[in-house]
Protein backbone atom coordinates (compact mmCIF):
# COMPACT_ATOMS: atom_id res chain seq x y z
CA UNK A 1 0.00 0.00 0.00
CA UNK A 2 1.46 3.60 -0.53
CA UNK A 3 1.62 6.37 1.02
CA UNK A 4 -0.57 9.67 0.76
CA UNK A 5 -0.87 12.99 1.54
CA UNK A 6 -3.93 15.05 1.19
CA UNK A 7 -3.45 19.07 1.08
CA UNK A 8 -5.23 22.04 0.07
CA UNK A 9 -4.64 25.60 -1.00
CA UNK A 10 -6.15 28.84 -1.47
CA UNK A 11 -7.08 30.61 -4.44
CA UNK A 12 -4.05 31.97 -6.26
CA UNK A 13 -6.10 35.05 -7.07
CA UNK A 14 -6.32 36.82 -4.04
CA UNK A 15 -2.51 36.54 -3.90
CA UNK A 16 -2.22 37.95 -7.37
CA UNK A 17 -4.72 40.82 -6.62
CA UNK A 18 -3.22 42.08 -3.51
CA UNK A 19 0.55 41.81 -4.74
CA UNK A 20 0.97 45.26 -6.06
CA UNK A 21 -1.66 47.34 -3.84
CA UNK A 22 1.50 47.50 -1.43
CA UNK A 23 4.47 47.74 -0.73
CA UNK A 24 6.50 44.19 -1.04
CA UNK A 25 7.49 44.23 2.89
CA UNK A 26 3.61 44.60 3.79
CA UNK A 27 2.73 41.99 1.40
CA UNK A 28 5.23 38.77 2.73
CA UNK A 29 4.18 40.28 6.35
CA UNK A 30 0.54 40.02 5.58
CA UNK A 31 1.23 35.93 4.56
CA UNK A 32 3.62 35.96 6.94
CA UNK A 33 0.79 36.63 9.64
CA UNK A 34 -2.08 34.73 8.10
CA UNK A 35 -3.52 37.44 6.89
CA UNK A 36 -3.78 36.17 3.05
CA UNK A 37 -2.93 32.96 2.15
CA UNK A 38 0.34 31.63 1.46
CA UNK A 39 1.03 30.76 -2.44
CA UNK A 40 -0.29 26.90 -3.63
CA UNK A 41 3.25 26.04 -4.07
CA UNK A 42 4.03 25.97 -0.43
CA UNK A 43 1.03 24.04 0.78
CA UNK A 44 2.22 21.66 -2.19
CA UNK A 45 5.72 21.50 -0.78
CA UNK A 46 4.82 22.45 2.54
CA UNK A 47 7.42 25.19 3.72
CA UNK A 48 6.42 28.77 5.50
CA UNK A 49 7.65 31.87 5.63
CA UNK A 50 9.53 32.27 8.87
CA UNK A 51 11.16 35.86 8.78
CA UNK A 52 10.73 39.22 6.81
CA UNK A 53 12.44 42.45 6.63
CA UNK A 54 13.70 44.67 4.21
CA UNK A 55 16.37 42.74 1.98
CA UNK A 56 16.07 39.42 3.78
CA UNK A 57 13.58 36.42 4.03
CA UNK A 58 13.49 33.19 5.78
CA UNK A 59 11.96 30.47 4.82
CA UNK A 60 11.83 26.66 6.67
CA UNK A 61 11.07 23.11 5.44
CA UNK A 62 11.00 19.80 7.76
CA UNK A 63 11.74 17.35 5.13
CA UNK A 64 9.67 14.26 4.22
CA UNK A 65 9.43 11.29 2.31
CA UNK A 66 6.92 12.98 -0.32
CA UNK A 67 10.29 14.98 -1.10
CA UNK A 68 12.37 12.47 -2.17
CA UNK A 69 14.06 11.60 -5.57
CA UNK A 70 14.55 8.04 -6.67
CA UNK A 71 17.64 7.36 -4.93
CA UNK A 72 16.23 7.78 -1.32
CA UNK A 73 17.33 12.08 -0.91
CA UNK A 74 15.51 15.22 -1.06
CA UNK A 75 14.80 15.81 -4.68
CA UNK A 76 16.85 19.00 -6.20
CA UNK A 77 13.98 20.51 -7.60
CA UNK A 78 13.10 21.11 -3.66
CA UNK A 79 16.07 22.56 -2.86
CA UNK A 80 16.08 25.22 -5.81
CA UNK A 81 12.39 26.18 -4.92
CA UNK A 82 13.14 26.90 -1.44
CA UNK A 83 15.98 28.88 -2.73
CA UNK A 84 14.33 30.59 -5.55
CA UNK A 85 11.26 31.46 -2.94
CA UNK A 86 13.96 33.26 -0.04
CA UNK A 87 16.01 34.76 -2.96
CA UNK A 88 13.24 36.16 -4.90
CA UNK A 89 10.98 36.76 -1.84
CA UNK A 90 14.60 38.69 -0.12
CA UNK A 91 13.85 41.11 -3.46
CA UNK A 92 10.47 41.52 -3.22
CA UNK A 93 10.51 42.40 0.38
CA UNK A 94 12.50 45.91 -1.00
CA UNK A 95 9.94 46.92 -3.32
CA UNK A 96 7.48 49.95 -3.46
CA UNK A 97 4.42 49.71 -3.77
CA UNK A 98 3.23 49.61 -7.02
CA UNK A 99 6.69 47.23 -8.14
CA UNK A 100 6.74 43.72 -8.94
CA UNK A 101 9.90 41.12 -10.00
CA UNK A 102 10.45 38.21 -11.96
CA UNK A 103 13.01 35.91 -11.58
CA UNK A 104 15.02 35.73 -14.77
CA UNK A 105 17.50 33.47 -13.66
CA UNK A 106 18.46 31.06 -10.69
CA UNK A 107 21.82 29.37 -10.30
CA UNK A 108 21.95 26.70 -7.69
CA UNK A 109 24.97 24.69 -6.22
CA UNK A 110 24.10 21.49 -4.11
CA UNK A 111 26.83 20.86 -1.55
CA UNK A 112 24.81 17.82 0.88
CA UNK A 113 22.44 15.34 0.86
CA UNK A 114 18.91 16.29 2.94
CA UNK A 115 17.11 12.95 4.63
CA UNK A 116 13.95 13.33 6.70
CA UNK A 117 17.32 12.64 9.15
CA UNK A 118 18.33 16.13 8.60
CA UNK A 119 15.81 18.04 10.25
CA UNK A 120 14.43 21.26 9.53
CA UNK A 121 16.33 23.25 6.93
CA UNK A 122 16.01 26.97 6.62
CA UNK A 123 16.25 28.88 3.24
CA UNK A 124 17.72 32.24 3.98
CA UNK A 125 17.99 34.73 1.36
CA UNK A 126 19.79 38.37 0.96
CA UNK A 127 19.50 40.95 -1.99
CA UNK A 128 23.19 41.86 -2.95
CA UNK A 129 22.20 44.51 -5.12
CA UNK A 130 19.60 46.47 -6.76
CA UNK A 131 19.00 48.85 -9.39
CA UNK A 132 16.25 50.28 -11.03
CA UNK A 133 15.71 47.62 -13.49
CA UNK A 134 17.40 44.33 -12.02
CA UNK A 135 18.36 43.00 -8.12
CA UNK A 136 20.53 40.22 -7.19
CA UNK A 137 20.17 37.76 -4.49
CA UNK A 138 21.89 34.69 -2.83
CA UNK A 139 20.34 32.27 -1.08
CA UNK A 140 21.58 29.96 1.41
CA UNK A 141 20.01 26.60 2.55
CA UNK A 142 21.52 25.39 6.04
CA UNK A 143 20.47 22.75 8.79
CA UNK A 144 20.03 23.05 12.24
CA UNK A 145 23.20 23.04 12.91
CA UNK A 146 24.12 26.04 9.98
CA UNK A 147 25.76 23.73 7.91
CA UNK A 148 25.26 24.50 4.66
CA UNK A 149 23.37 21.97 2.37
CA UNK A 150 23.29 24.39 -0.90
CA UNK A 151 23.82 27.76 -2.47
CA UNK A 152 22.13 30.30 -4.62
CA UNK A 153 22.38 33.50 -6.76
CA UNK A 154 19.49 34.76 -8.46
CA UNK A 155 18.68 38.00 -10.87
CA UNK A 156 15.38 39.24 -10.96
CA UNK A 157 13.77 41.94 -13.33
CA UNK A 158 11.78 44.63 -11.55
CA UNK A 159 8.83 46.28 -13.18
CA UNK A 160 5.68 48.41 -12.44
CA UNK A 161 2.52 46.58 -11.65
CA UNK A 162 -0.24 47.35 -13.97
CA UNK A 163 -3.07 49.14 -12.72
CA UNK A 164 -6.08 47.34 -11.59
CA UNK A 165 -8.78 47.62 -14.46
CA UNK A 166 -12.57 48.73 -14.02
Not at 7 to 15: G, I, V
Not at 21 to 30: C, K, N, P, V, Y
Not at 42 to 63: H, K, N, Q, Y
Not at 87 to 114: E, N
Request: with cysteine.
Amino acid sequence: MGRTRTYQWSDPATLAENAGRMSGIDFLREIQAGRLPGPPVSDTLDFTLDEVEPGRAVFSLVPGEEHYNPIGSVHGGVFATLLDSAAGCAVQSTLPHGMAYTSLDLTVKFLRPITVDTGTVRAIGTVVNSGRRTALAQAQLVDAKDRLLAHATSSCLLFPVPPPQG
